[in-house]
């Protein structure tokens, strides 16, 4: 039993969520499941996962594809089948895009940690914010947002002025972080605004080994909010 649970290979699982009731649609689509992305960024971008799924028979198209917005929440877990490691929370996401390409004919799905329902990227705003810190302008444009504000920042620079001249409120911001040495996203229904110097120089709370072998080894280093 010992050899057994040695020498079983690591394996890397994938659970996903869907929908207001958090429905488990990983056994139905796994067997479909050609390929999975997810990209943790930084500098004003939206985290991102995506899926392909092949379709030859249309069933995906035809009886299942989702609305935009649907909420989708993601996780990847490494271990072995006899014991599973860490499971990694990926964030909370929101379809924005369903696409079938082919033949042979696949169906793509991508989905964005930015609520599509929020105008904090798509609509344009003009005014003047005068003598408010950026912690003050991140609060405000977070509760318009209907989003949780994390300042994780010992600099929070006071303006005098800060004119937003027909930008989205995630451009503005973004542009007023760059300036100040900082990084904004938007992550599992969070507005974050960090130092990224920072971020980087500290210890990792976690790590995942997705691949292990006699000459392969694949890491990855999770740095927490």
Request: with cysteine.
């Amino acid at each position: 039993m010992i050899d057994e649970l040695l020498n079983q290979p690591l394996q890397t699982r994938l659970r996903l969520l869907f929908g207001p009731d958090e429905t488990d649609v990983t056994t139905d689509l796994l067997p479909d499941l050609l390929d999975f992305s997810y990209s943790d960024k930084d500098g004003g971008q939206a985290d991102e996962i995506t899926l392909t799924l092949k379709d030859e028979t249309g069933k995906w198209a035809a009886a299942w594809r989702p609305d935009g917005g649907e909420v989708v929440k993601a996780y990847i877990q490494q271990g072995t089948t006899l014991r599973p490691g860490l499971e990694l929370y990926c964030g909370t996401f929101y379809v924005d895009r369903v696409g079938v390409r082919g033949a042979p004919r696949t169906m793509d799905l991508s989905a964005v940690s930015i609520p599509l329902k929020t105008p904090i990227r798509r609509k344009k705003v003009k005014r003047a914010w005068e003598q408010q810190r950026l912690s003050e302008i991140a609060e405000k444009i977070a509760q318009e947002a209907e989003l949780e504000l994390f300042f994780d920042s010992k600099e929070n620079p006071l303006f005098d002025r800060q004119d937003q001249n027909a930008e989205t409120n995630l451009q503005f911001l973004q542009r007023l972080c760059e300036n100040s040495g900082l990084c904004v996203k938007v992550t599992d229904i969070q507005l974050v605004i960090f130092n990224q110097r920072e971020y980087e120089s500290k210890d990792p709370v976690a790590t995942f080994t997705l691949v292990q072998t006699a000459s392969v080894r694949s890491l990855v280093l999770i740095r927490s909010y």
